[in-house]
């Protein structure tokens, strides 16, 4: 059984873990480098309000993650948030990462979240599908923003407006 809820902070261990297998083996993340508990606990303490961070528990451990995240620091845009969303290799295409997207989406609106952003390397094509059938948009095309692995790699940006 799948419990999806808030995350707390005896959950960053399994967070970390999820998000540095990710960053190691993956082109779901741009970053190279494994994060250190330090900076996942000033990642966290980001979270609350409209920037929900939400976790799927089963047997007591973390299975997958989801947030919503600043978009921009300047004021203007404190209405819009990024997405994001990892699941462990073992617990993919279960159905987990959708659970985790609506709920941390639920979570957003009620907080006042109007739109909400995804930046999806394009050769992922199973996450952009996922993101299309949860209501986002596909909006452009950044062509070799990011690398990784020795390669230049396009992303899709996509978003959902949120009705209030």
Not at 46 to 63: I, K, Y
Not at 117 to 124: E, F, G, K, L, M
Not at 144 to 158: C, P, Q, T, W, Y
Request: charged share 20%.
């Amino acid at each position: 059984m799948t419990l999806i809820r808030p995350a707390r902070l005896e959950d960053l261990d399994g967070i970390t873990a999820i998000y540095n297998q990710n960053v190691l083996h993956s082109t779901a993340s741009f970053e190279s480098t494994p994060r250190t508990t330090q900076q996942q606990q000033r990642w966290f303490a980001e979270h609350g309000g409209r920037h929900p961070l939400h976790v799927a528990e089963e047997n007591e451990l973390v299975s997958g993650w989801a947030s919503l995240s600043s978009w921009s620091f300047h004021d203007g845009y404190d209405a819009t948030t990024e997405i994001s969303v990892y699941v462990t290799q073992e617990r993919r295409r279960q159905g987990i990462g959708r659970a985790l997207m609506e709920s941390v989406i639920s979570a957003g609106q009620r907080a006042g979240v109007h739109c909400i952003v995804a930046r999806i390397t394009s050769a992922n094509q199973l996450s952009v599908r996922l993101h299309r059938n949860l209501g986002f948009e596909a909006v452009g095309v950044m062509r070799e923003v990011g690398s990784k692995f020795g390669k230049l790699l396009d992303v899709v940006v996509m978003q959902k407006l949120l009705e209030p």
